[in-house]
């Protein structure tokens, strides 16, 4: 049985990474990590995605979406990077995201989109956010609050088109305006809607909700109010090619190299689009090995047990850290440009991979859990089509301890 040698980590005394570096660890070596278990951002990769996007969004303006911490590729780096690039405006899900870009420095216009809940208004007017509104509920509190501060609160308003979560219902867009008109300080700004398949262009969803969106948008302007933003599509709408009476896309899952698989009819063929880059690769390195006879048990309840004689490595990695214990004896990782298979349950920390049948496998060996080497590669909707998700999922639950390190 071998541990890893300290040797490994190059002759540089080993010291702890900081909770700065955490947050930012643009030039982080991933040898100088205590745990070598880490992310690597391409920031160039997210650069020419970022440019494919404004290429199919022709006159359009882009919003891109980094909620969730950007997918889990970390909101300040990839706003930064998009905000060098142009980007027009960014969409975020609550205060508190929204607040972390202003304290990074972002300038651009920031939508909330999920809306303001019980958080206090005056954060619109200090930090200069764009809440989303659904209903005439709050819209007494932003008016008092525009009067109080002498600022005007700017808004889009959202139309529940057909996804049934937040969002106008199409038969009160005349009492909204009805009230809207009797407050002061606030300005209907935008207006759009959220598709809910539009990855399929089989279904007749999409085209319905294009409809009740530009009936809605019909009304606005027949009571005389004409949001300067519209905005419907998102990545597979982008991809797909269909068209709305819009000004800016959002685009969230296409800066990061990945949407849902598009369905079109039988016989028809699929879009021709550019190729997408995920930006992402979660990697570890092997820090333990041992020869195993035959019916050997691994992991916790025996889930698993050898078959032959097989060389195990052990992989400081866990559920945790975002690998999910559902992949146990069902996933795999990437050593030396092979896929070694997951056996045994995935603990909280600590993963087995078999890498019996890939020679030269030794401590130290770089493990990609998700990522490419040479022809061989793991991406986020491969995963999350074995575990029966969607691979949005896969890249938000990469865990906080796991560092974020951005390449050029």
């Known amino acids: 049985m071998d541990l890893l040698p300290s040797s490994l980590w190059g002759e540089e005394p080993i010291r702890e990474v900081t909770q700065l570096e955490r947050m930012n660890t643009v030039n982080l070596s991933p040898?100088?990590?205590?745990?070598?278990?880490?992310?690597?951002?391409?920031?160039?990769?997210?650069?020419?995605?970022?440019?494919?996007?404004?290429?199919?969004?022709?006159?359009r303006k882009v919003m891109a979406v980094i909620k969730a911490d950007a997918?889990?590729?970390?909101?300040?780096?990839?706003?930064?990077?998009?905000?060098?690039?142009?980007?027009?405006?960014?969409?975020?899900?609550?205060?508190?995201?929204?607040?972390?870009?202003?304290?990074?420095?972002?300038?651009?216009?920031?939508?909330?989109l999920g809306g303001l809940y019980m958080s206090d208004p005056a954060h619109l007017i200090e930090y200069r956010l764009?809440?989303?509104?659904?209903?005439?509920?709050?819209?007494?509190?932003?008016?008092?609050?525009?009067?109080?501060?002498?600022?005007?609160?700017?808004?889009?308003?959202?139309?529940?088109?057909g996804l049934g979560r937040l969002g106008l219902p199409r038969d009160r867009v005349a009492a909204f305006v009805d009230h809207y008109r009797e407050l002061k300080g606030l300005q209907l700004t935008g207006l759009f809607t959220h598709l809910a398949s539009a990855e399929d262009m089989v279904a007749?969803?999409?085209?319905?909700q294009g409809e009740r969106f530009t009936q809605a948008l019909a009304q606005l302007r027949g009571l005389q109010v004409e949001p300067e933003w519209l905005h419907v599509s998102n990545s597979a709408a982008l991809l797909s090619g269909r068209k709305f009476p819009e000004n800016l896309v959002r685009i969230g899952a296409l800066l990061y190299g990945y949407c849902m698989p598009l369905i079109v009819p039988p016989g028809?063929?699929?879009?021709?689009?550019?190729?997408?880059?995920?930006?992402?690769?979660?990697?570890?390195?092997?820090?333990?090995m041992k020869d195993v006879p035959s019916g050997t048990p691994l992991g916790y309840s025996a889930a698993f047990y050898t078959r032959r004689t097989s060389r195990i490595a052990t992989v400081p990695v866990?559920?945790?850290?975002?690998?999910?214990?559902?992949?146990?004896?069902r996933g795999y990782a990437i050593v030396r440009g092979r896929r070694a298979r997951i056996v045994g349950s995935i603990s909280m920390d600590l993963s087995l991979l078999?890498?019996?049948d890939i020679a030269g496998t030794n401590i130290g060996d770089e493990?990609?859990?998700?990522?490419?080497?040479?022809?061989?590669?793991?991406?986020?909707?491969?995963?999350?089509?074995?575990?029966?998700?969607?691979?949005?999922?896969?890249?938000?639950?990469?865990?906080?301890?796991?560092?974020?390190?951005?390449?050029?």
């Open 31 to 59: 040898d100088k990590l205590l745990r070598p278990t880490w992310v690597e951002i391409s920031l160039s990769k997210l650069r020419r995605n970022f440019n494919r996007i404004r290429d199919l969004a022709g006159a």
């Open 71 to 112: 997918y889990g590729h970390g909101a300040v780096p990839v706003a930064k990077c998009l905000a060098e690039c142009g980007v027009d405006w960014f969409g975020v899900a609550t205060v508190e995201e929204a607040l972390e870009l202003r304290a990074a420095g972002i300038e651009q216009p920031v939508l909330l």
């Open 130 to 161: 764009t809440p989303s509104i659904s209903s005439t509920m709050r819209l007494d509190t932003y008016t008092e609050c525009a009067r109080r501060y002498g600022k005007p609160i700017e808004f889009h308003l959202k139309i529940d088109s």
């Open 204 to 208: 007749s969803q999409t085209d319905e």
């Open 268 to 288: 028809q063929e699929l879009p021709k689009v550019p190729e997408f880059e995920p930006v992402l690769s979660f990697k570890s390195r092997i820090v333990y």
């Open 318 to 329: 866990g559920y945790a850290d975002g690998l999910s214990h559902a992949l146990s004896n």
């Open 354 to 356: 078999d890498v019996t």
């Open 367 to 408: 493990v990609i859990l998700m990522g490419q080497e040479g022809q061989c590669s793991i991406n986020a909707l491969e995963i999350a089509q074995l575990l029966g998700t969607v691979p949005y999922e896969i890249l938000c639950s990469i865990g906080k301890r796991v560092p974020r390190i951005y390449v050029d």
